[in-house]
Each structure stands twice: as structure tokens, then as C-alpha cells.
């Protein structure tokens, strides 16, 4: 029994199965327990208001007279629900063939073809022919926002993109003007739509006429591969699905993690992730030969700079890692700075302006513009508002960042310099040795959030050229003197990561799964450390 006397749960019966549901479940969600889905437009798992708009998913209950919107149904006791009856079956094809009579028949242009929720109910039922012999309405596209268009032909007024700006972003920007056959989806008078979660309305429209203009006629559903990754635009770590063709990120969307972003995702971070991959990269392994870099094969290159680390273990230097490097990157640099004798890393955070989603607690566009700062603080790293000062002898290390604000002599003091990078800025002129590695988005592995949740990425394209991720490459080195083995695949390096660091003891790749877990209570206090700056943000 719950404290104020009511049951926790109820029991019900749906096609035949029993089951049993927290009090307050709707009918449309005690369903999916017996692996039944009811159909349903204006329905959405994270949008509070049911307005039982589209009627798709109607049932019949029994000892009642007429049939009921299932998402406004609440389960009780010993309710006994038909979801797939002759009677919801030709009530739920009357309501296809009704939003059928005016939809254009241009599924073999439109971007929602293969993925769209109107063109699967419409196949399910037979609906292939219409018995109406008028035209069809025509309203034409219009730009609701800077970069979202909007096809009113194709919108089934399923108000889910309505009702998403205005109970869960709570801005009340857009409305349905008019009414009828003649309703469309507007922005309210005097208003603009100019919010920073506003691209979440695309992901929810389930058909075609809600759609990123950057996306129009760029892909089909069948032509994309799909990748479960990380938002590494700031350390919320959004999880989302990363939709690819010929090697390009053309699409991103969010993919659903209650504990973190819910079934939403900020649109600096859709954009951010879209262009991660864009420009010159690193793609060979450059070696110091005279006064010149030189394009070498691994093999060559790892077996130099494992020989130059050698002779140089214990000298000390300095380290510069990026905040958006993996676990697994930033685990094998430490072991490498620890044989070099390099006391810790230093790392520059980008900060920005934060946006919140007000229903949402735990998704915010935090003011640091960076995936891991909450990892590289946990490895040992320091927060530097600038590249450090005094670079002098010994070794230095730089890790994938970019060595904005450095002077024409950066490095060149060192006694030896090694980028890793998977781009080659002119700082890096002076470098020994270069190594070419793969961005997160061509590789698998693991980010840690603002709150120490560990969370992993997979690889969504091809590493250009010859670079590599940096734990692979890294291990080798490390394999070369001795220290371990070299490591071919992310579940190896994520165990041994988890076996030699305190913060990740219990962790296993497998075990975090695609919805992440913390990290040790132990770590609390450096987690806290590495993420000071976002405490208030």
C-alpha cells in the first residue's frame, strides 16, 4: 500500500495477458509491458500532457460502451483491455484513411520516408488506395525557425511539437492556428521561434512535416548507419544516435537515458557534433628526421619514440591533455607521463553561455564546452585558464588540443616533444614525433559526465588515413618498454583502466552498458574538483 492508503499497483488484463503496473499507469503504457504496442500519433513517453489528439489508439475495455483513447486511460483493477479487437482494429484504419484524405503522396521525396509512424499504420492497414475522388488540400512549406521547416501538407496536427515547446521547454511560441481541415502548425503572432532545445520538435513529429534543413534531401533512412554515442558538446553527456552515410554524420538525435538527458538533447550540441569531423586531419605518423617531420608507417614510428622515451624515463616535463579525450586516452597518457616522471596534465575547458531545460533537472548546456573535464581531472589532471608557462627541458606531451595562444617556439625547448592529435596544428612544428589518432566519433569508448557517470560511446566512421585510437597507439609504446601489453580492443583497454584506477574500480565495459554507471563513491571529491566550474553554472 502507498503512505496515503492507496495501491501501489494495479493488475489488469491486455489481449489476453495479466499484468501488473504501478497506480497512475495509462493503458497505452501498461501495454508495452506485455511487449503490445498500441498505435499512436500524438502520444509521447516524454511529454506530460495526453490530449488524446489523433484517436489512433483507440481499445475497447470490456463492460464499456464505447471505445477509449488508451494514452488518457488510466489501468485500475481487474480492467480487461482489447487493444487489437475487429472494433479498435476499423475504428484505428477509419482514423488512417481519414488523415489520408488530404496527405500528399510524396513519400519517395520526403525525408520521413522509411521512419515515418503514418506510412507503417497506413501499410499495417491496407490503407494503399482512397475512395475520395477531390483533390487533395495543398498548404506548402514554410520556415518556422532559422534552420526547421515545416510542411504542412504532410502534419497530422498530432500537436506533439506544440505541446513539447510549451510543457516541457515552457515557451509557448507555437500554436495551431485555425482549425479543422484547415489547421496548420504557426508560430503565435508577434513571437519567434529562438529556442536552444527547439530541434527536439523534429524528433518528435512522426511523420515528415517537421524537418532540419540542413537534413532535406541529404539522406534516406535506408542509406544511414547508426551509432549509440555521447554528446560531447558539454559534460551533461547527452546520449544520442549518431546517423551516418558515406562516412559523414548527416543526422543526430537523442537517444533516451532517464538519469541523464531524458528523451532530449540541446541544439548547440546537435551542431557541435555535426561538424566534429569536419576539416584537415592527421592521418600519418610523422617522425623528427634533421630539421623535418617525416610520414613513416607505425611500426617504425612506435618502435623511435619508444626507443627516445627510454632514454628519457624519470627527466620530468609537462603534459597538455584535452578535456574531451576518452578514459581510455586519458588512462594510457597518465601511465606514459608517469614513466617520464611528468607529475600531472594540464587542460584548457571552453567555456560558454548555459541554457536549461526547465522540466528537466539533470539536462543543461553546461558553461564548459567540453565532453571530459570530469575524466581528465580524475587522471590527474589540472585545469589551466591558459597553456603553461616554463616549458623547458625534458619531455613534453600534448594530447589533442589544439595549442591556441602558442608563440612560433612552443616545444622547441624540450628534449622531446610528442603530439597526439587528430588534427596538426602549426604548433605542433616543433614536435618529435606525431601521432595521428581517431576522433570519439571513430572509435569506441567512455566519457565521465559532470556527475562521475560513466558513459559509453561507439564508433560511428572510419578513422581517416592511418590514424588510430589513442589507447591503441599508446599501448604499443607501452608495450615497447615493457609496461603491458599491446591492446587491440576497448573492453581490454576499459579493464585494465578499471583494474589500475580507483575511480572505476568495479566497472566493466559490458557492465556499464548504453546507459552508463558512477564512478567509486571515492571519486566524489575528485569529481567535484574537476567540475568546480560548473557547480554554479
Excluded at 503522396?105 to 515515418?116: E, N, R, S, T, Y
Aim: charged share 25%.
Amino acid at each position: 500500500m502507498a503512505e496515503n492508503g492507496a495501491k501501489a499497483t494495479v493488475t489488469l488484463t491486455i489481449d489476453g495477458v495479466e499484468v501488473t503496473v504501478p497506480s497512475g499507469t495509462r493503458v497505452i503504457e501498461a501495454a508495452e509491458h506485455v511487449g503490445v504496442v498500441v498505435p499512436r500519433y500524438c502520444y509521447h513517453p516524454g511529454i506530460p500532457t495526453r490530449p488524446a489528439q489523433c484517436r489512433m489508439c483507440l481499445v475497447e475495455v470490456e463492460g464499456r460502451p464505447k471505445l477509449e483513447p488508451s494514452c488518457t486511460l488510466q489501468a485500475t483493477d481487474d480492467m480487461v483491455v482489447n487493444t487489437a479487437s475487429d472494433t479498435a482494429r476499423t475504428a484505428r484504419q477509419s482514423v488512417i484513411e481519414f488523415l489520408l484524405v488530404n496527405h500528399p503522396l510524396d513519400c519517395p521525396i520526403c525525408d520521413a520516408a522509411g521512419q515515418c509512424m503514418l506510412q507503417d499504420y497506413a501499410y499495417v492497414t491496407n490503407q494503399l488506395e482512397s475512395r475520395v475522388d477531390e483533390p487533395k488540400r495543398i498548404m506548402g512549406r514554410d520556415r518556422i525557425s532559422d534552420d526547421i521547416l515545416y510542411f504542412a501538407d504532410r502534419c497530422v496536427i498530432c500537436t506533439r511539437c506544440v505541446r513539447f515547446m510549451r510543457d516541457v521547454a515552457e515557451d509557448d511560441s507555437l500554436i495551431v492556428a485555425q482549425r479543422g481541415d484547415k489547421a496548420f502548425i504557426d508560430t503565435f503572432p508577434g513571437r519567434e521561434l529562438d529556442n536552444p532545445f527547439q530541434g527536439n520538435i523534429v524528433d518528435v513529429c512522426p511523420v515528415g512535416a517537421l524537418v532540419h534543413e540542413d537534413f532535406v534531401f541529404k539522406a534516406r533512412a535506408w542509406d544511414m548507419d547508426a551509432a549509440a554515442s555521447v554528446c560531447p558538446g558539454c559534460p551533461t553527456g547527452c546520449n544520442v544516435t549518431i546517423d551516418t552515410k558515406e562516412n559523414q554524420i548527416v543526422r543526430v538525435k537523442p537517444r533516451h537515458n532517464a538519469a541523464v538527458n531524458s528523451w532530449w538533447m540541446c541544439d548547440y550540441g546537435r551542431k557541435h557534433l555535426v561538424m566534429t569531423n569536419r576539416g584537415v586531419r592527421a592521418e600519418v605518423p610523422l617522425i623528427r628526421d634533421g630539421g623535418q617531420l617525416r610520414p613513416v608507417n607505425w611500426a617504425t614510428a612506435l618502435d623511435w619514440v619508444a626507443e627516445k622515451i627510454g632514454g628519457l624515463e624519470g627527466a620530468g616535463g609537462s603534459a597538455i591533455v584535452s578535456p574531451d579525450a576518452s578514459n581510455e586516452n586519458l588512462f594510457h597518457v597518465r601511465k606514459l607521463l608517469e614513466r617520464l616522471g611528468v607529475a600531472g596534465a594540464a587542460f584548457q575547458v571552453p567555456q560558454g553561455e548555459t541554457a536549461a531545460l526547465p522540466t528537466v533537472p539533470t539536462l543543461k548546456l553546461r558553461a564548459d564546452r567540453a565532453a571530459n573535464a570530469t575524466g581528465a581531472g580524475l587522471f590527474g589532471g589540472h585545469r589551466a585558464d591558459g597553456l603553461p608557462d616554463g616549458l623547458g627541458g625534458g619531455a613534453l606531451v600534448v594530447l589533442d588540443d589544439a595549442l591556441e595562444g602558442a608563440d612560433e617556439d612552443f616545444g622547441g625547448a624540450a628534449d622531446f616533444f610528442l603530439y597526439l592529435g587528430t588534427r596538426l596544428p602549426g604548433a605542433a612544428r616543433h614536435a618529435d614525433a606525431v601521432f595521428p589518432i581517431a576522433t570519439f566519433t571513430e572509435m569506441d569508448g567512455t566519457f565521465t559526465n559532470f556527475e562521475g557517470r560513466v558513459q559509453r560511446f561507439h564508433q560511428a566512421l572510419r578513422p581517416p588515413g592511418l590514424a588510430r585510437p589513442g589507447w591503441m597507439v599508446l599501448s604499443r609504446v607501452l608495450a615497447r618498454l615493457g609496461d603491458g601489453e599491446a591492446i587491440n580492443d576497448v573492453r581490454t583497454a576499459f579493464d585494465r583502466m578499471a583494474v589500475e584506477t580507483p575511480a572505476f574500480a568495479g566497472l566493466t565495459w559490458d557492465g556499464i552498458g548504453l546507459k552508463g554507471a558512477p564512478v567509486a563513491d571515492s571519486a566524489a571529491e575528485a569529481v567535484a574538483v574537476a567540475d568546480s566550474a560548473e557547480a554554479d553554472a
